[in-house]
């Protein structure tokens, strides 16, 4: 008899593809979350996936053989009491992917505070390009794959590892459970104050990560990062290799990269230890996508993707969906989504967007949304990360809980403060001119501003 696998949480990007993973494995599987939307909501219709709207305790009625617990479920939910209360089977979805199909794979874990999901898709498109048939979970959707999650033919099992909390009863970080063989570690700063006190007690979960690679393993690390040296120094019984912007050959780092002059970073020349090992040529910009590609081609040597052929598979590589993604061009202004929530993502995205439109004029619109911006923990470095901006709109609702206005005043005339996604809506429509380029960072949906702007500058004609 097929088991019955119910997901708490299943709209969720990862949790979602957890229950794509099921469904090609053979369960059957079932489903709550309070919303579901695209791209989640169409994976999994198509999947033909029933799903409860809500956490009512009637849905657990089916006696599924196992429940899988997202981390935004707490307890005092009432699916969650219920759960407890009836002796239903329980796991999360870290350790359910863990147990019924990692083990059997050669997993490539990609960890770090930014560039997790762009990195990871890298990877899966250079295996899955080179006919590896790579079983993957990126928290994103790559646009040469189409989908977030596959089970894979393959040997090889490619996941966006991340470091956030497992479950209400596991809180150790996700990627603990995944046992990779091949390991990333992209950058290491403080986020998700919501559940680590400090940066020390992040590093404490990477150092545990480091902990379950072999031997016969590989761990690439960022080599410029100073938090991952420090990490490293608390332990790590596996061959590394570094990588590195570096001019030249890159003394120092095995992985390095020479950016051409005058290409926004499309095309650069590849070394490994000090020697060239492919050039590159793609329609990604920015400093922070050739680390991320620097990463992505020492994982695939690793398990036998030459360079050059990795630097042909980057070639048609189309980045992922809510990167930089452009969502409409009206009256010669070009609209932008981006995922940027933390300063440093911030400054990053704006970099490459500078290095794209030259002297054009950026305006940026910033949602305070993740947890760790909503609790002010990143204030003071907001304002210098928007600098490459010139001008910046942001949202301001009553319940923020601290002193926006403040953090930003050193930016003068520059800042804009509004309540509302229809406030940002017209003072943008009043703002913009032909040759302006507006990009709108948030890890949400940001109340449908994309779209509600772009219908308002259709209308502005």
């Known amino acids: ?32 979350d309070l919303n579901v939307y695209p791209p989640m909501s169409t994976q999994l219709e198509a999947l033909g996936i029933e799903i409860f709207q809500g956490y009512g305790a009637e849905q657990l009625d089916a006696k599924p053989d196992i429940v899988v617990v997202g981390n935004a479920l707490s307890r005092g939910s009432p699916v969650i009491e219920a759960m407890l209360d009836r002796g239903f089977a329980y796991t999360s979805g870290p350790q359910w992917l863990a147990e019924q199909v990692l ?6 874990a990609v960890s770090g505070t930014h560039g997790k999901t762009t990195t990871t898709a890298m990877v899966t498109w250079i295996l899955e390009d080179a006919g590896l048939a790579p079983g993957f979970l990126i928290g994103g959707v790559p646009s040469n794959l189409d989908a977030t999650a596959r089970l894979g033919a393959g040997r090889f099992f490619v996941i966006e590892a991340d470091e956030y909390d497992t479950a209400f009863f596991d809180k150790r970080a996700k990627f603990v459970h995944y046992r990779p063989r091949t390991a990333i570690l992209n950058n290491l700063e403080y986020d998700h104050a919501d559940i680590y006190p400090d940066v020390a007690a992040i590093r404490r979960q990477f150092n545990q990560l480091l902990r379950t690679v072999p031997a016969a393993g590989r761990v690439i690390v960022n080599g410029d990062d100073a938090e991952l040296a420090t990490t490293l120094s608390l332990g790590c019984w596996t061959p590394r290799e570094t990588f590195a912007l570096a001019p030249g050959n890159g003394a120092g780092a095995d992985w390095s990269a020479k950016i051409e002059a005058g290409s926004a970073a499309s095309r650069f020349t590849v070394f490994f230890q000090g020697q060239s090992a492919a050039k590159v040529n793609w329609p990604l910009l920015g400093e922070h996508n050739v680390m991320n590609a620097l990463a992505a081609m020492a994982a695939v040597r690793h398990v036998g ?20 993604e ?13 995922f940027a929530h933390h300063p440093t993502a911030i400054e990053t995205t704006l970099r490459g967007l500078r290095a794209r439109v030259g002297g054009a004029r950026i305006i940026a619109v910033l949602e305070a949304r993740s947890n760790t911006m909503k609790l002010g923990v990143h204030a003071a470095y907001l304002a210098p990360s928007l600098a490459l901006a010139d001008s910046v709109w942001f949202l301001n609702p009553p319940d923020l809980g601290w002193d926006l206005p403040g953090a930003v005043a050193s930016m003068g005339e520059r800042a804009h403060l509004a309540v509302s996604v229809d406030a940002i809506v017209q003072g943008l429509v009043a703002d913009s001119r032909a040759g302006d380029h507006i990009l709108i960072m948030s890890n949400g949906g940001f109340g449908g501003l994309h779209e509600k702007l772009l219908a308002a500058l259709r209308a502005r004609r």
Request: hydrophobic content about 45%; aromatic content about 6%; glycine content about 12%.
């Open 326 to 338: 452009v969502r409409g061009v009206i009256d010669e202004i070009t609209v932008y989504d981006d």
């Open 103 to 108: 083990h059997q794979k050669h997993v490539i």
């Open 305 to 324: 993707v030459d360079p050059r052929r990795a630097a042909r598979s980057l070639a048609a590589f189309r980045g992922v969906k809510r990167r930089m």
């Open 1 to 32: 008899m097929t088991q019955h696998v119910h997901i708490l949480g299943i709209a969720g990007t990862f949790m979602g593809g957890v229950a794509a993973i099921a469904k090609a494995a053979g369960y059957r599987v079932t489903g709550s």
